[in-house]
């Protein structure tokens, strides 16, 4: 299957200072890119839809400005936590899908475990 | 919008006993529906998935779905099950935005603990 690959797997940061995720597609091109969020013993929610060479969707309650998301080419999208506070510590994964695929199977990330200290 | 429900927060089964994690979706269209199992401290893992066609899927690991749609329905079975099987389980709804994504409402995990 297709292959999504997420970085850092893990990042320790200090409150106040800045963190980037990258979230790749390996194998194929993805207009649209998706960015999870999960708290601890907590469900997966849908932060924000990444766009190619557009804004992102942001879903309501995500700050824009604080997370940043770019998706700069077909095969990279980027979340920067700026200004990263303890409650911003959670599992973040992304995900993308095959547009060649017929089946419309998301492919997820490795997921990235931030701690704000 | 869509929504998934996941009515049981916590499961005990005894190792070698079946399994039946409930789901229940609410969608207007045909849904593509998936479950994924996360262990602790680790990311997801497809387990299964239904797109169309044959409403029973089998996937790894030994587990099944049936997608029912007059129950709007989507469970997970497994007929024995193994210490190993003891993770979160999640299952989710999947709609086709523009762009051709594939976004994800998941519900909100069963818990399930595997007794020796």
């Known amino acids: 299957g297709a292959v999504v690959s997420q970085h850092p797997s893990w990042v320790i940061c200090k409150s106040g200072t800045s963190v980037k995720i990258e979230c790749r597609s390996l194998?194929?091109?993805?207009?649209?890119m998706f960015w999870y969020r999960q708290f601890p013993k907590q469900s997966l929610m849908l932060m924000a839809t990444s766009n190619e060479g557009s804004k992102a969707t942001y879903e309501q309650g995500v700050e824009k400005d604080k997370f940043l998301i770019n998706h700069a080419s077909l095969t990279l999208s980027t979340l920067t936590v700026t200004s990263a506070h303890p409650e911003d510590s959670s599992f973040y994964i992304c995900s993308a899908r095959d547009p060649r695929n017929r089946i419309p199977e998301a492919f997820f990330g490795q997921g990235t475990r931030l701690t704000v200290v | 919008a869509q929504s998934v429900t996941q009515p049981d927060i916590h499961i005990t089964v005894s190792e070698g006993a079946s399994l039946e994690l409930r789901c229940n979706y609410s969608y207007g269209a045909t849904p593509y529906l998936f479950w994924y199992v996360q262990s602790p401290g680790q990311g997801l893992q497809l387990l299964l998935k239904y797109f169309s066609g044959d409403t029973l899927v089998q996937g790894i690991k030994g587990f099944e779905a049936e997608f029912k749609r007059s129950q709007s329905s989507f469970n997970l079975r497994k007929p024995s099950v193994h210490w190993s099987d003891a993770a979160e389980y999640f299952c989710?709804?999947?709609?086709?935005?523009?762009?051709?994504?594939?976004?994800?409402?998941f519900g909100t995990g069963t818990q399930l603990k595997v007794e020796l």
């Open positions: 194998d194929f091109q993805a207009t649209t």
């Open positions: 989710a709804v999947g709609v086709i935005v523009t762009g051709g994504g594939n976004k994800l409402t």
